[in-house]
């Protein structure tokens, strides 16, 4: 029984630093779309900035492929944070719930920026995504040191 719980144990601190690693090389690659959306791309033409829906919306079906991908990984590092959120706190160890927490607002910020850049092309906006990009990076790298190895692992390091 001790056993069967302690691989459970590790299998879930292994799933948390594994989406912790997917969610690192995610955020390099939507920084990367970020920079060419900034100097590259041309946005597409804000009609109000009454709702994030519709800037959202122009920048997955009205602009450039570039945005589009930009926009969906966005999303898809949305549903990733979400789910750290959630295997941090199966595992019921406080100080990663926190990380895992702190990497989601992040990701939330940058998102909630994205769509402000998409509608006014504001310079905060993009500051602040990139901040919040490189704070939500900081917090799963954080994440993968703070999980503790597997015990063959932990004897190899």
Not at 85 to 106: K, M, P
Not at 140 to 151: C, E, G, H, N, S
């Amino acid at each position: 029984m001790e056993e069967e719980r302690a691989s459970d144990s590790a299998r879930r601190f292994n799933g948390l630093r594994t989406y912790s690693l997917a969610a690192i090389v995610m955020l390099l690659i939507e920084f990367g779309l970020g920079v060419g959306v900034n100097i590259y791309a041309k946005l597409p033409l804000a009609d109000s900035r009454k709702s994030l829906l519709p800037a959202f919306g122009r920048a997955v079906t009205g602009g450039p492929i570039v945005l589009t991908r930009h926009a969906l990984l966005g999303i898809l590092l949305l549903i990733t944070g979400i789910s750290v959120v959630v295997r941090a706190a199966r595992i019921r160890d406080n100080v990663l719930l926190a990380v895992a927490s702190a990497a989601l607002v992040a990701i939330i910020v940058a998102w909630l920026s994205g769509t402000r850049f998409v509608g006014d092309a504001a310079d905060g906006a993009s500051l602040a995504m990139a901040l919040a990009t490189g704070v939500t990076i900081l917090c799963y790298v954080i994440i993968l040191f703070v999980a503790p190895l597997p015990a063959p692992m932990a004897t190899i390091l």
